[in-house]
């Protein structure tokens, strides 16, 4: 009888320290990687913006050219310049930002999409 | 006893896990409106983008961005002003109303004739004014949106060839607003 109430204390003590664990190091929430994510996106979008590498690109629909400009800074992404609507992208769980573009020497708006995983 | 002594010890270390847990696990200090908010300094940029692009082509470019944005990105608002000057003539003025509501639209100008205007503005819509003006000018922007009055100064000379823009645009998510103001001086040739 007293084994068995020992045993009965170890499995409540193991599963006190097991709930503590999972709950003390769970991992940071997907929406918190999410907004991260989007922020570095834009932070490159802007970066070559800024730096006249993408606006020229984008308005003459240079995907070879934006897509090597990305590749600097990102490894896990996709892009594409939408048109009408946006085709997205096959993969699932990915975080995407809209760059919008006035035009380039003309007003001729363009969205770009940055898909990042 | 001894069964106790082990359930106390589970206890504390349970404490301690947790005080360890809360200082290397702190939350990350990013405000829940970040994705609005990169969005809106991406649209003021190309606000300024596009106000040069009014000097160089002679167009107000803002009127059809302002549409755009309204198209294509939720809870998008926004008013603007193109001030394009003369030194040979009058300069004229131009508010464009994106604030999805009717404005009523005030202006008044120092050194200028007419010193004052008002206007009542619907939702993407907007209108001209030409002026004659000496010098340096002030121009207020006054207007009401649901009964609540915002102002906007803008200090230029009529004896330059200059484009002044100015944007102010907004984006509202369920829970958050974020406004961009800004202005941007082109000179042109």
Redesign the interface.
């Known amino acids: 009888m007293k084994g068995m109430?020992?045993t009965i204390?170890?499995v409540?003590?193991l599963a006190?320290?097991m709930v503590?664990?999972a709950?003390?190091?769970?991992p940071?929430q997907r929406a918190?990687d999410s907004?991260?994510l989007?922020?570095s996106g834009?932070s490159v979008l802007?970066h070559l913006d800024d730096s006249g590498r993408l606006r020229q690109a984008a308005a003459s629909n240079d995907m070879a050219s934006i897509r090597a400009e990305l590749r600097q800074w990102l490894s896990d992404f996709d892009v594409e310049i939408c048109t009408l609507i946006c085709t997205g992208t096959t993969r699932q769980d990915v975080t995407a930002?809209?760059?919008?573009?006035?035009?380039y020497?003309?007003?001729d708006?363009i969205?770009i999409r940055l898909y990042m995983w | 006893m001894k069964g106790q002594i082990f359930l106390a010890g589970a206890a504390l270390m349970v404490v301690l896990l947790v005080l360890i847990g809360s200082a290397f696990n702190a939350p990350a200090e990013i405000p829940a409106s970040a994705a609005i908010a990169i969005q809106a300094d991406n649209i003021a940029n190309e606000y300024k983008y596009a106000i040069g692009l009014s000097a160089a082509d002679g167009h107000d470019d803002l009127f059809a961005m302002s549409g755009y944005f309204r198209e294509n990105v939720l809870g998008f608002d926004s008013i603007y002003a193109l001030i394009v000057t003369d030194p040979s003539g009058p300069y004229r003025l131009t508010v464009g109303n994106f604030l999805r509501g009717v404005i009523d639209v005030n202006v008044s100008a120092t050194q200028s004739s007419p010193q004052t205007i008002s206007l009542r503005l619907a939702d993407k819509e907007r209108a001209n004014w030409d002026f004659s003006g000496t010098g340096a000018v002030r121009l207020t922007i006054n207007y009401t949106l649901q009964n609540v009055v915002r102002s906007k100064t803008l200090d230029f000379t009529t004896y330059s060839n200059q484009t002044i823009g100015w944007s102010d645009i907004g984006i509202s998510s369920d829970d958050d607003r974020i406004r961009r103001d800004g202005v941007r001086t082109v000179t042109r040739q």
């Open positions: 109430f020992h204390e170890a409540i003590v006190m320290l503590s664990v709950v003390v190091f769970k940071i918190d907004t991260l989007a922020k834009y802007h930002v809209d760059y919008f573009i006035a035009g020497q003309s007003f708006p969205r």
